[in-house]
């Protein structure tokens, strides 16, 4: 099962930094190279372009993924400008903690396609190389082509690793399909207030055979969630039996967590999507995960290793599927001396 986290609608209050200047040098992409590409930034993959359609300003950047791109080779995105053990910051973040706000727009979205801007923890080469996963929002299904430009906040701090250098700011594209993404306003901000997260949406299959969705979630935040809580929606034929789909969240101190589960009825379809909503401090934040089988062989045998000229036997072939949705159709072929 694959997931996706992404965060919802904010009203945040931003604490203004002084007169020190954004290190998010250029998030607005107002200012452009000889080539006319945004100064500060470089193109990840392909069809990174300035655009018209801006929040503020004149421009904003648009990564378009076309429904062909190979996604093993091909990746979608931006990041900092920097070069890989050459032992300079170049345009990356010298901060280790805080958060970055933006705005966005997606006019157009496969419903398969995830969309995050991720932060990632550096080291002195530099490199990805300081063990720690990367923070990063998740555009909400919900805002794939409604034609809304949408606030995203995510939180980090990688002030307690010692291998941390800089910090490279780095949008993406994957997955199948179609996909235009407009960004703009990209600032750095000391505090980001009360954050609701998803940290995971996954299935369990139980010993009765039943499936059971978990919701881990936490307060990424610097200060403390309000009661809030968790609704689950499902895919037909899905639907949640002993519980409600909405379930009450308790007050939660930043790095908390809270675990909300929920036993399934039905049968998956493979790539049918679920999703969580959690809401809190007049945040929300929505993971949705798509369900797919996983087929294990387990056994493949013969009733004896001798046959004679114009005897018969048996073979069996034992298959599990190890995944969270039904397999429509085996196909089996065996090669014979």
């Known amino acids: 099962m694959t ?55 004149k421009n904003a950047i648009l990564l378009h993924r076309p429904a062909d791109a190979d996604e093993r080779r091909h990746e979608t995105g931006l990041n900092r400008i920097w070069q890989i053990s050459s032992g300079r910051q170049d345009k990356m973040l010298a901060v280790a903690k805080g958060g970055i706000h933006f705005w966005y727009k997606v006019p157009q979205a496969d419903p398969k396609v995830v969309m995050k801007l991720n932060v990632i923890a550096m080291d002195e080469r530099p490199f990805e190389g300081c063990g720690v996963p990367r923070a990063f929002y998740q555009v909400p299904a919900k805002h794939f082509g409604d034609g809304q430009w949408h606030e995203g906040l995510l939180a980090f701090d990688f002030s307690e690793n010692k291998r941390f250098r800089w910090l490279q700011v780095s949008p993406r594209i994957t997955g199948p399909g179609d996909t235009q993404w407009l960004i703009d306003d990209l600032e750095y901000v000391e505090e980001v207030g009360p954050l609701p997260t998803i940290l995971s949406l996954k299935s369990y299959r139980m010993l009765d055979g039943s499936l ?17 809580q968790v609704t689950l929606r499902l895919p037909e034929p899905l639907r949640v039996v002993d519980a409600p789909a909405t379930q009450a969240i308790r007050k939660l101190a930043p790095d908390t967590f809270e675990v909300a589960a929920w036993k399934i009825a039905g049968a998956p379809v493979p790539e049918s999507v679920a999703a969580a909503e959690f809401a809190a401090s007049g945040k929300s934040v929505e993971v949705t995960c798509s369900f797919a089988p ?30 969270d949705a039904v397999l429509p159709r085996i196909d089996l072929a065996i090669s014979l001396p």
């Open 3 to 57: 997931k996706r986290i992404a965060c919802g609608v904010f009203l945040i209050c931003r604490l203004v930094w002084g007169q020190a200047a954004n290190p998010v040098t250029n998030g607005g992409f107002e200012l452009l190279d000889e080539q006319g590409f945004p100064a500060d930034w470089e193109q990840v993959g392909k069809e990174a372009t300035v655009s018209p359609d801006a929040h503020t300003g």
């Open 212 to 228: 059971q969705l978990r919701c881990l979630m936490t307060n990424s935040g610097d200060t403390p969630l309000t009661e809030g």
């Open 294 to 323: 996983a087929l294990d062989w387990i056994q493949f045998q013969t009733e004896r290793n001798v046959l004679w000229p114009g005897q018969e036997m048996n073979v069996d072939v034992v298959a599990y599927n190890r995944g």
